[in-house]
């Protein structure tokens, strides 16, 4: 069926259709204008996002980094350490030094901490120091250390006081000094 249609009418309605068009243009436009709002708040927070995970991530190798530096600082300190130790064992060299001095109830008591190689050992047990573990027998050698400097201070003051030494002669006879 044909509809005829007037010029007039004609206008008119595809004015209509014009109006709606761009009413559904304008509406879509700001529906788009609006996505494309939403979406850079979207990007906004994605990058803070990205830039805090990026300073954790930082932050976080910053410190394995600091460990390790310290892990080869230790490391090459007891590199150090042991040198001494490991060059006097290889030349079948007798060694002992200090590790540790504790301090405790004020200056008058305390502890040594020793380490030792085996050449030392067998140097004290050829001395006559013998005990059931190697400890033991540092222990000796150490308390015979401090009796040595203790009586060697003892004469020093002496002699400081002006107290003669007294030493025994044969026959009975005393020598003072």
Same mark, same amino acid.
């Given at each position: 069926?044909?509809?005829?249609?007037?010029?007039? /009418?004609?206008?008119? @309605?595809?004015?209509?259709?014009?109006?709606? /068009?761009?009413?559904?243009?304008?509406?879509?436009?700001?529906?788009?204008?609006?996505?494309?709002?939403?979406?850079?708040?979207?990007?906004?927070?994605? $990058?803070?996002?990205?830039?805090?995970? !990026?300073?954790? &991530?930082?932050?976080? !190798?910053?410190?394995?980094?600091?460990? !390790? @530096? &310290?892990?080869? &600082?230790?490391?090459?300190?007891?590199?150090?350490?042991?040198?001494?130790?490991?060059?006097?064992?290889?030349?079948?060299?007798?060694?002992?030094?200090?590790? $540790?001095?504790?301090?405790?109830? =004020?200056?008058?008591? =305390?502890?040594?901490?020793?380490?030792?190689?085996?050449?030392?050992?067998?140097?004290?047990?050829?001395?006559?120091?013998? =005990?059931?573990?190697?400890? !033991?027998?540092?222990?000796?050698?150490?308390?015979?250390?401090?009796?040595?400097?203790?009586?060697?201070?003892?004469? $020093?003051?002496?002699?400081? &006081?002006?107290?003669?030494?007294?030493?025994?002669?044969?026959?009975?006879?005393?020598?003072?000094?």
């Amino acid at each position: 069926m044909w509809k005829f249609e007037t010029p007039w /009418a004609k206008a008119a @309605r595809l004015e209509e259709e014009a109006v709606i /068009a761009k009413s559904k243009a304008k509406m879509e436009s700001k529906r788009t204008e609006k996505l494309e709002e939403d979406f850079q708040r979207l990007l906004e927070k994605a $990058q803070a996002f990205a830039d805090a995970e !990026q300073e954790r &991530l930082n932050a976080e !190798q910053a410190i394995v980094d600091e460990e !390790q @530096r &310290l892990e080869k &600082l230790v490391a090459d300190e007891d590199a150090r350490k042991n040198a001494a130790k490991n060059l006097a064992t290889k030349n079948e060299e007798s060694y002992i030094t200090v590790t $540790q001095i504790d301090v405790t109830e =004020g200056v008058q008591n =305390g502890n040594f901490a020793f380490d030792w190689n085996e050449y030392f050992i067998k140097e004290l047990h050829a001395g006559g120091y013998v =005990g059931v573990s190697d400890e !033991q027998a540092v222990e000796q050698w150490f308390r015979d250390v401090c009796k040595y400097v203790l009586a060697e201070a003892y004469e $020093q003051s002496t002699a400081d &006081l002006g107290i003669p030494a007294v030493e025994e002669l044969t026959d009975g006879r005393k020598s003072y000094s």
